[in-house]
């Protein structure tokens, strides 16, 4: 058997290692086969990597002699070979999936190589790569790397000369890798490690190692000498498995370089001391001379497929051959057509190795099966599990299925060839019983969509049937598909292939223009709303664009008119997304969000539910003040303008717009908001809301407290016409921690320089990067001033000194506690100034201070001013029931906070009571128990508060009275409101929703009393200030209530009217249109007698309302009664022929009739006695004309249906059409879809 091998000399050593080469049969065209369309194999012959080197002398004329193409030079293809045991993704079952795919589109997106993939017989990979040189070899490398199992060795070089193997850049070592398609590691400079690690195939790491000691013996320090030998006579130096090299290296300490066979070199490498490698040389060159002289060759002719079985795995056939005889065999490299087996010896060994060769040659039988092409994937099975079991059995035995033949080539020992013979001979039989194969024309345009996405339909397709089906690459535009299996599951799977083809031959593609932004909605969480638009419409299939494309073309297929009807609902979708993604900020005071999210978020929910938007708040801890509301642009204004009234009527906030020209926005705002932040910070934390840029509007709008509102306008206008006239700029650079004490407590003296100068100073926010960077703005002689003031400031604050005060040691652990949370403060607030007290235990008084002289100054003034006040300090009680003490506190103790910061005071709260005596109570009491039992109620006076009611407040003596008077106005008060009983459940609400938002809205709480109660009295529980409030707003709701009441009786007053009952469907109406429009046009209800209930009477129709309105809904139905009793019925004979066309398609024309001359036609049911009596109803007048009307219409169909009938008796039967026969479609020989050599990847 002759073959090619698609093998380099390179992959010599794979090809020992046992690689199966892809079998390619070279034959010359006879007359006969040159008159049929030219086979895929002589169109598109395998390209060898090392054609251009064969010898043309000795190749036999075949594919490459007259089909090849000139290739241009800047453009190489490659064949690189993966054998299955070394391949790292062996699952190829499904199309398109497995992370194979994946990494050959990146290799070719990352290189720009082109990358072929097909799959041999016994599930080896062939990857074939086009491109340019540097291109092949970076996806060669990456091949090696990703696709193939790596092996790794390495190897020990001096430490100094890692360097020359990484040269400039590290290019050398770039070089190295991609020309031995290995991975080299080299340790890092700090580690002591000399070894360097190879990764990559066995191949590849003999390469990269021999090349790495070359580099290293170039460097080392000692002797360095190449000896040229030729390459024919390294196997004898070596000698049998390299012993021979080996002793001589260890005797002599020389390092002995012998290129590998796979390394086209003949310079041996030695590196050691001087004398020691001249030994070394001299022994190398005498076995050199020698062998020279004794040694000659004889050429033998060995079959190419025998080669194998002399070179033996891993080389160990020859190695044998050269031990026991001494003579060396060489080997035509794999990728050579030549069979010449060249021994070199002495003479008389010579006949010895010959009869050694044979015997290797001849050890092994080649026998074949003869089996169908199509039917050798079923043989080697899912993973080469069927082959499995034979190759196990029989490990010797090597099976090979040739790519394109029916038949399969075994070869190995006689017995176990013939064995195996047997068994694959027994599943070709079965095989062929109990399977099929079918070929079909599709047209290859609809291939991807039978396949699906990722392989789904066809592998569906596959799953269900059971069956193999092969689709062919897009590349080859062919149109067979091959489908093999179960004979029925080919059937089937057939008939569903054809009749998805036939549905997509009357399909339609549409682009829709969808932006991207809203893609991912769409599609929604874990795709849940394009499944749902999937199930609306399942034969459509829509496709949305990679994210990374940032295309906004979204391609809809299927049936005309599904296409077209998602195609609208995905537009109408589309629409809703852009109505409802509208969205405004809105800046609302942070003291007020609370309110606006109310109790338990109430308020912020019904906001959301009634506007229909989505509205986000800022977190608590968050500095932000905006709220942002997302929806339809009607819904967020109305969420905005409701937003802002609870802001409104919460506080004094005013609005005010000002007029300031377009241009001048942007440098109002400055740099980041830096100015614009400045006056709202300036002026309590107004709103300052500009335009949107580009929208040609001057209105400015302020908004907040009036006072702080009229501030801000003036200020702004101030800094608009400085903007107009001419504004100054100047930078000054101050420390951090000196901002504080520039701007002084309350702003006091920044606000002195800016009102002395007429300059603004904006000093940077927290957000900003350059926290040094203070600006000035104004007119130039003001900034200069105000320059000159602050950098005098600055320059004082650098001047650091020492100074030290007295403070009493009873007061230092006020300042030192809490980690010394009050000395921070001082520090901040003063630049930074340092305060050191003593160590605790030392009875010291003298406190240190360091930093700025004004600053160390204010300090002391500040620490003094603190000792004042705890000097000063007295404790007031303030006696509150513990009732009520959470509701003081308020959430999460805000209010007493709040308390605290406002009157610089201390608040200590009680323990809670935990005696049963005084926590269970049978009434309130306001000033203590009730029973007055126990050792504590004889201790204390019973009108004397408890204990635990009492809250002790530290401070000043006139802020404690300020804090105890705020503290006692949170105490809820209780009144109470006469509401009449009846309103009680309306004032409650459906679920309790009623009272809920008015409890909201005045932050009280309402009590109403028990249904059985029979009470009038509802207790309203809150603050003094919200109690005026709540019960306004509650005798306003019962108002409304007493006055829905009142026109609730008002609106059930009722009325009847006697009407025949054979006029009700009249003024009933087509699907109640009639009764509706009275209905709503006297604003009534029309009750009609059940037909059903035989003791109402049936001619008595209730109207209820307002009574006006009901007199008026009964004349409107009397009027309708005196029109019906006018009308007459007459029946006309109208021939039955005719009815379908005076009808005419869906009731349109006798519509138009009836409508016209205003009457009802009725004509006759299926199976009534007379087909042909139609019946007019109407006034008598309108039935006439509509009589003579149709019975004019009658005369003209009519004589359209006798001349009809005449015709069709002269008219032939249509004959019944053959049905014809299926296409064979356009039969190629030998086309690549029939080959079983490799399947579609994807």
């Known amino acids: 058997m002759s073959s090619v091998a698609v093998l380099t000399q390179e992959s010599f050593a794979e090809h020992r290692s046992g690689l199966v080469p892809q079998q390619i049969k070279v034959a010359t065209l006879n007359s006969e ?156 400079p700090d580690d002591p490690s000399n070894q360097i690690k190879i990764t990559g195939t066995k191949e590849g790491i003999e390469k990269a190692r021999h090349e790495v000691l070359l580099i290293s013996a170039e460097q080392d320090k000692r002797a360095v000498e190449r000896l040229e030998v030729e390459k024919a006579f390294h196997p004898f130096i070596a000698g049998p498995y390299n012993r021979l090299v080996g002793e001589i290296m260890q005797e002599t300490g020389t390092r002995i370089n012998i290129p590998p066979p796979s390394v086209n070199r003949t310079e041996i490498v030695f590196t050691g001391e001087k004398e020691q490698l001249a030994q070394a040389v001299a022994r190398i060159k005498k076995i050199y001379e020698e062998k020279k002289k004794k040694t000659t060759t004889i050429a033998v002719e060995v079959k190419k497929s025998q080669h194998k079985y002399v070179i033996g795995p891993k080389g160990n056939s020859l190695q044998e051959i050269l031990e026991r005889t001494g003579v060396s065999v060489e080997i035509p490299p794999s990728d050579s057509i030549s069979e010449t087996v060249i021994l070199r010896g002495e003479p008389e060994k010579l006949g010895q190795a010959l009869t050694e060769v044979y015997a290797k040659a001849n050890s092994f039988t080649v026998s074949s099966v003869s089996a169908p092409s199509w039917l050798h994937r079923f043989i080697i099975g899912k993973k080469g599990q069927n082959l499995a079991k034979i190759t196990q059995q029989m490990p010797k035995v090597h099976i090979e299925f040739t790519e394109g033949e029916d038949k399969i080539t075994l070869e190995g020992p006689t017995e176990d060839v013939s064995v195996a013979q047997e068994q694959i001979e027994g599943m070709v039989k079965d095989l062929i019983n109990r399977m099929d194969y079918v070929e079909i024309n599709i047209d290859h345009k609809f291939h991807r969509h039978l396949i699906g996405k990722s392989g789904a339909n066809i592998n569906r397709i596959k799953d269900q049937y059971k069956v193999s089906v092969r689709i062919p690459p897009d590349s080859e535009k062919s149109n067979l598909i091959r489908i093999e299996g179960d004979p029925q599951g080919v059937q089937q799977a057939k008939r569903e292939l054809l009749e998805l083809a036939s549905r997509m031959e009357n399909e339609r593609t549409k682009d829709l223009i969808i932006e991207q932004r809203f893609h991912r909605t769409i599609i929604g969480q874990k795709g849940e709303r394009i499944r749902e638009i999937r199930d609306k419409f399942p034969e459509v299939i829509i496709n949305f664009p990679d994210p990374a494309q940032k295309s906004d073309i979204v391609q809809l297929r299927g049936p005309k008119n599904e296409v077209e009807k998602c195609t609208k609902y995905m537009q109408k979708m589309v629409a809703d997304l852009v109505e409802n993604s509208y969205s405004i900020s809105v800046p609302i005071f942070k003291q007020f969000h609370k309110n606006i999210i109310g ?198 604050l650098d001047n650091v000194v020492e100074d030290y005060m007295l403070v009493d040691p009873k007061h230092h652990r006020h300042f030192v506690i809490r980690r010394g949370q009050v000395l921070r403060e001082i520090a901040e607030e003063y630049g930074g100034v340092m305060v050191s007290f003593p160590r605790s235990g030392t009875q010291s008084d003298k406190v240190t201070l360091k930093g700025a002289k004004d600053c160390v100054e204010a300090a002391k003034k500040r620490i003094q001013e603190i000792i004042e006040d705890l000097e000063a300090q007295v404790t007031v009680e303030c006696a509150i029931p513990q009732k009520f003490h959470r509701s003081v506190m308020g959430p999460k103790g805000s209010r007493i906070q709040q308390i605290t910061r406002d009157y610089n005071v201390q608040i200590k709260f009680p323990d809670r009571e935990e005696n049963p005596v005084h926590s269970v109570e049978p009434s309130i009491q306001e000033n203590g128990d009730e029973a007055g039992e126990g050792r504590e109620a004889k201790e204390t006076d019973p009108g004397s508060p408890r204990r635990c009611d009492i809250i002790i407040i530290s401070g000043r003596k006139e802020k404690c009275e300020a804090a105890k008077e705020a503290l006692e106005a949170l105490v809820p008060v209780t009144i109470e409101v006469e509401v009449p009983f009846d309103l009680h459940r309306y004032i409650i609400g459906q679920k309790g929703s009623g009272i809920r938002k008015m409890m909201d809205e005045f932050e009280v709480n309402i009590h109403v009393p028990a249904p059985e109660l029979q009470s009038d009295i509802i207790a309203i529980t809150g603050l003094a200030a919200n109690l005026d409030r709540a019960k306004t707003g509650l005798l306003d709701r019962v108002k409304e209530l007493q006055a829905e009441q009142e026109d609730r009786a008002l609106r059930s007053f009722k009325l009847s009217v006697t009407v025949d009952p054979k006029y009700h469907p009249k003024i009933i109406g087509r699907k109640g249109a009639v009764i509706t429009q009275i209905r709503l046009e006297h604003d009534v209800n029309i009750q009609f007698p059940d037909k059903d209930d035989g003791n109402q009477p049936q001619d008595q129709i209730t109207i209820t309302g307002y009574e006006k309105n009901t007199e008026a809904a009964r004349d409107a139905i009397l009027k309708i009664v005196g029109e019906l009793e006018q009308m007459v019925s007459e029946d006309v004979p109208l021939d039955h022929r005719v009815h379908a066309r005076i009808i005419g398609a869906r009731g349109k024309a006798i519509r138009k009739i009836m409508d016209e001359f205003k009457v009802d036609i009725r004509f006759p049911q299926s199976g009534a006695p007379d087909p042909n009596c139609v019946t007019v109803t109407g006034l008598p007048e309108n039935v006439e004309e509509a009589i003579d009307h149709i019975l004019n219409l009658e005369e003209e169909y009519l004589a359209d249906v006798v001349d009809s009938e005449a015709l069709q008796v002269y008219m032939k039967p249509p004959a019944h059409e053959e049905s014809k026969a299926p296409s064979k479609g356009f039969v190629v020989r030998d086309a690549p879809w029939t080959s079983n050599s490799s399947e579609k990847v994807i």
């Open 599 to 796: 109790k338990g978020g109430a308020n912020i929910k019904k906001i959301r539910e009634e506007s229909n938007t989505k509205i986000d708040l800022p977190a608590e801890n968050s500095n932000s003040e905006t709220i942002v509301i997302t929806g339809k642009r009607a819904n967020c204004e109305a969420a905005r303008s409701r937003i802002l009234s609870i802001q409104k009527d919460l506080a004094n906030i005013a609005e005010v717009e000002v007029s300031i020209p377009a241009k001048l926005h942007n440098s109002l705002i400055g740099t980041k908001g830096r100015l614009i932040r400045s006056i709202m910070e300036e002026c309590g934390g107004v709103h300052i809301h500009f335009p949107v840029e580009g929208s040609g509007s001057d209105t400015v709008v302020i908004r907040g407290p009036s006072s702080d509102v009229e501030k801000a306008k003036k200020q702004l206008l101030h800094l608009a016409e400085e903007k107009q006239t001419k504004s100054f700029t100047v930078d000054i650079r101050a420390k951090p921690e000196y901002h504080k004490f520039l701007i002084g407590k309350g702003g006091g003296k920044i606000r002195k320089v800016r009102d002395s100068t007429g300059a603004r100073i904006i000093f940077p926010a927290a957000e900003d990067k350059d926290q040094d960077l203070i600006t000035i703005i104004g007119k130039e002689d003001a900034v200069r001033e105000a320059q000159k003031e602050l950098e005098a400031l600055i320059q004082n």
């Open 33 to 188: 086969e040159e008159s049929d369309p030219p086979t895929y194999k002589d169109a598109f012959p395998p390209l060898p990597e090392k054609a251009a080197c064969l010898e043309s002398a000795q190749e036999p004329a075949g594919a490459w002699s007259n089909k090849i193409r000139p290739i241009k030079a800047s453009v190489i293809t490659q064949v690189f070979h993966v054998p299955l045991e070394e391949r790292k993704y062996k699952d190829m079952n499904q199309f398109g999936e497995g992370e194979q795919a994946k990494i050959c589109l990146e290799i070719m997106q990352r290189t720009g190589a082109h990358l072929e993939l097909s799959l041999a017989k016994d599930q080896g990979l062939s990857i074939m790569v086009s491109g340019k040189l540097d291109a092949v070899m970076k996806a060669r490398k990456d091949i090696v790397a990703r696709l193939q199992t790596q092996a790794s060795a390495t190897v020990t070089i001096p430490k100094e000369h890692h360097r020359f193997v990484i040269g400039k850049n590290g290019e050398k070592l770039q070089d190295l890798e991609l020309k031995t398609a290995t991975k080299i590691q080299i340790p890092r």
